[in-house]
């Protein structure tokens, strides 16, 4: 029996659904600074690049709703709302 | 009175009318809620105890080894590696004839971890020199703490009450936890005999040198000590069962034996006999109930064995030696031996004195759920040629 | 004898649910058995509860596989966790979900679907998603039981260590999901 454990195993545990609150940004107001994806815990947010601007992208697979980002914005673009289960 | 309390907390309270002057334990899952329990009773001024914080398993155990060894009444609780790492201390409280009572919240042991049930623990350190008494449910364990500090505290022995981690420790039922009048009705001040502990006026020295003249003897008494201390076991379970009969266990309709060291429940005349331990019982009982009601009408009945140590041979015997077949249903197993730990010590009572056929089968390792159709299966298994050791479930 | 099997997640009070509902079953002079099963020992991580109502003393400890009643106290779980393994057609569901009843895909008859929205309440009622009291109350309603004085009494005597604002917090939110 193998009974040494990989790597990586995290990424097929979606910890998405234990959110209560879902954060939605608003990007027309987002100024791109990368905040957001600095101080998220569960490293979630990526900054990508789009038409010469940097933007965030959130992965709801694996948000689990904490609200860091919405509190840190300086912009406060970033609402938390109650998630639909 | 009746309450509906979680296990943990149904001892602690327990513990706490039972008035031992010294508390010292490490926190370690499952055993964690007891002793958490017995510590907030001591901040909230509800406790007289010293409760004694250890910075580990070992520390705990040389605590109350030491606090016992100055004429006073100790208790601690551990669990898995708890036990394992207490184990120097464990004998060492034995050899020094020291009657330290432990609650053990049985889990298993690593790798790979598991904080879940099994018998492992305790069954590693049977040959400690220690009485080990098994429950079946918060009542019985509540029952057997009385048990295991009178006899520990008569006999010169330690006793553990072995308590099945989660099973028992975390699950709520009702439960009559006796009162301090109702304890000391039963269990008297702790008074050592002069010469026993430690006192500056009259110095002695526990745990010396024995030199090789000397060492078997004493080892040859603990054991006989041991071996004995079933009469007093018998005798204090009935004297417990007069004086405060609300806190037993009640002894059930189908029950023809309920003494100190077993308990047997089922058919008069039983085909199959089940042998186990602690709180699988509860579940075994039901199962026996629905198949002597079938088709194999009054065929089975269950042998709880209430004491593991000192091992009830005869009294094991005389309850199997007209079936036909025993099944032993184990939490533990002696890695590269033939069978289990129980199934080891119920062979070698019957060898030579009945001709009942006797199985073990390991179940339930690593907190693996053992259910009625589990228990089914293995009364069937049982009927079958051979007497190999089983992993089921 | 009446076997209750709670899903959720570590962190959201599922073994507190169902020792709540032993206790006010107790309370009902019944005879009442609660415990859990946790997976890995860490918030969020899908746990199991389970309690047994019964009028004769319970011996058995095997976890509940065949559930007259099923709480599950975070609709997420449903496609990670089989929540209807071992239902028949008559367990009765209770689920917290801000769904509608159509919209919950398990395979039980409408009829025994119960949905409740509990973050809702929880949020309104103890400002935060802490459900397992709140779905209580829809279970007191919805199998009868255990009756609601019982369950506010086992409210009181599991949660009055953390003061009586808590307490009051709870009792409101069960009441309100009662009356619902």
């Given at each position: 029996m193998d009974i040494t454990t990989k790597p990586?195993?995290?990424?097929?545990?979606?910890?998405?659904?234990?959110?209560t609150f879902v954060p939605k940004t608003d990007l027309d107001k987002?100024?791109?600074?990368g905040t957001c994806a600095k101080v998220c815990p569960e490293s979630c947010i990526i900054m990508q690049k789009k038409n010469n601007k940097k933007q965030p992208i959130t992965d709801?697979?694996?948000?689990?709703?904490?609200g860091l980002c919405a509190a840190e914005c300086p912009v406060k673009c970033i609402k938390m709302e109650l998630d639909k289960k | 009175m009746k309450e509906i309390l979680e296990g943990s907390q149904a001892i602690a309270q327990t513990i706490n009318n039972i008035k031992p002057a010294v508390v010292s334990a490490y926190p370690i899952t499952p055993q964690t809620h007891i002793v958490e329990d017995l510590a907030k009773l001591k901040a909230d001024g509800k406790a007289k105890y010293e409760y004694v914080r250890a910075e580990s398993e070992f520390a705990a155990a040389s605590i109350v080894a030491g606090a016992s060894a100055t004429g006073v009444r100790v208790y601690t609780a551990t669990s898995s590696q708890g036990l394992l790492l207490m184990t120097e201390v464990i004998f060492n409280i034995a050899g020094m004839r020291l009657p330290v009572v432990m609650t053990v919240a049985n889990r298993g042991v690593s790798a790979p971890i598991t904080i879940w049930n099994d018998h492992q623990d305790t069954m590693t350190v049977r040959d400690a020199g220690w009485i080990q008494l098994y429950a079946e449910n918060h009542q019985e364990a509540i029952e057997q703490h009385l048990l295991a500090y009178k006899v520990a505290e008569k006999a010169n022995l330690p006793a553990m009450v072995c308590i099945d981690g989660f099973v028992l420790t975390h699950t709520y039922e009702d439960v009559s936890v006796p009162s301090t009048a109702e304890v000391s009705k039963f269990l008297p001040t702790f008074k050592p005999k002069k010469g026993q502990y430690l006192d500056p006026q009259n110095p002695v020295s526990f745990g010396a040198f024995a030199p090789p003249a000397f060492y078997q003897e004493i080892r040859e008494e603990l054991h006989n000590d041991l071996r004995n201390s079933k009469r007093l076991i018998l005798d204090e379970y009935e004297k417990l069962k007069e004086t405060v009969p609300d806190i037993i266990k009640k002894t059930e309709k189908n029950a023809h034996i309920n003494n100190g060291l077993i308990e047997y429940y089922g058919a008069?005349?039983?085909?199959t006999i089940l042998i186990a331990m602690g709180s699988l019982v509860g579940t075994i009982k039901d199962t026996v109930d629905e198949i002597n009601k079938g088709?194999?009408?009054?065929?089975l009945g269950v042998l709880k064995i209430?004491?593991?140590?000192?091992?009830p041979a005869n009294d094991i015997l005389k309850m199997v030696i007209s079936a036909k077949q025993v099944a032993i249903l184990e939490k533990a197993v002696s890695l590269g031996?033939?069978?289990g730990p129980l199934t080891l010590d119920v062979k070698a009572a019957l060898?030579?004195?009945?001709k009942t056929k006797v199985q073990g089968f390991i179940v339930g390792?690593?907190?693996?759920d053992i259910t009625k159709k589990l228990i089914t299966r293995i009364v069937k298994e049982v009927e079958r040629k051979g007497d190999q050791m089983m992993f089921i479930g | 004898m009446h076997q209750i099997r709670f899903h959720g997640r570590g962190g959201q009070g599922v073994v507190t649910a169902a020792e709540l509902v032993a206790i006010a079953a107790f309370n009902d002079k019944h005879f009442a058995q609660a415990f859990p099963s946790f997976?890995?020992?860490?918030?969020?991580a899908p746990i199991e509860a389970f309690a047994r109502i019964d009028d004769k003393p319970i011996r058995t400890r095997e976890?509940?596989?065949?559930?007259n009643i099923l709480i599950v106290q975070?609709?997420?779980?449903i496609g990670t966790v089989d929540?209807?393994?071992?239902?028949?057609?008559k367990t009765l569901v209770i689920i917290n979900s801000s769904?509608?009843?159509?919209e919950i895909k398990l395979p039980v008859p409408s009829k025994n679907l119960f949905v409740i929205d509990a973050t809702k309440i929880a949020m309104e009622e103890?400002?935060?998603?802490?459900?397992n009291t709140v779905i209580l109350g829809a279970f007191a309603k919805a199998t009868?039981?255990?009756?609601l004085n019982s369950l506010k009494k086992a409210i009181e005597q599991k949660f009055s260590a953390k003061g009586k604002s808590l307490v009051d917090k709870n009792i409101s939110a069960i009441t309100r999901a009662y009356n619902m």
């Open positions: 990586g195993s995290t990424i097929n545990n979606k910890t998405g659904g234990w959110r987002c100024i791109g600074c709801y697979d694996f948000c689990k709703g904490c | 008069a005349h039983p085909r088709k194999m009408a009054s065929s209430k004491t593991f140590r000192p091992f031996a033939t069978d060898k030579n004195k009945a390792l690593g907190g693996r | 997976g890995v020992e860490r918030t969020g976890h509940v596989y065949e559930p975070d609709s997420s779980l929540v209807t393994a071992g239902a028949d057609d769904k509608d009843k159509k103890l400002g935060r998603n802490i459900v009868g039981l255990v009756t």
